[in-house]
Nanobody
Framework: QVQLVESGGGLVQSGGSLRLSCVVLGTDFSLYGLGWHRQAPGKQRDMVAT???????NYQDSAKGRFIISRDNAKNTVYLQMNSLKPEDTAVYYC???????????WGQGTQVTVSS
């Protein structure tokens, strides 16, 4: 059974940094494209950053230059380093894992990030 477990959220002041982690359990991690998404209250869930199996990253415009997605295949973990955080980054952040062979998408439970002004 595939399970995604996130950690690293919390409360931070504007301009601060946080690193989110997501461990993918129960499957061959290297077969998945990975992503981070976020959902603010009353809004839809939006993509923040994704990383292909090859390691190629892709970022939402608001994340470019501030956030870095990375993966460690040896640890079955995907990270999101968030720098220069702004109050508008406040949201629940979810990691995702997409298996291209089966077209199955898995989600973590979410971790709250709150940026105070």
């Amino acid at each position: 059974q595939v399970q995604l477990v996130e950690s690293g959220g919390g409360l931070v002041q504007s301009g601060g940094s946080l690193r989110l982690s997501c461990v993918v359990l129960g499957t061959d991690f290297s077969l998945y494209g990975l992503g981070w998404h976020r959902q603010a209250p009353g809004k839809q869930r939006d993509m923040v950053a994704t990383m292909a199996r090859s390691g190629t990253p892709n970022y939402q415009d608001s994340a470019k230059g501030r956030f870095i997605i990375s993966r460690d295949n040896a640890k079955n973990t995907v990270y999101l380093q968030m720098n220069s955080l702004k109050p508008e980054d406040t949201a629940v952040y979810y990691c995702s894992a997409f298996h291209f062979g089966s077209s199955r998408l898995f989600w973590g439970q979410g971790t709250q990030v709150t940026v105070s002004s």
